[in-house]
């Protein structure tokens, strides 16, 4: 019998009304939910330097493209 586990991220909110995130907070759901791990070093750098949002597709790809995707959905 497999068990399945769930990973919560647990956000800093001051309602309960959706909110933007954050960059940091944007590579953190992106790198969970595609690669069951804390962001690499490329995600934080673009959270940094706040260039994040701007190139989501490309780093959605990429996170795509990484063995660690294959592993996830393995």
Known sequence: MQRAQFL???EDSPTPEPEALDSYELAS????????TAPDRRLLEL???????DSLD?????????????????
Do not use: M, T
């Open 8 to 10: 919560f991220l647990i």
């Open 29 to 36: 759901k992106l790198s969970y939910f595609l690669w069951n």
């Open 47 to 53: 959270a940094e330097s706040g260039s994040l949002h």
């Open 58 to 74: 490309e780093e959605i790809s990429r996170l795509i493209d990484d063995p660690r995707f294959d592993r996830f959905v393995d």
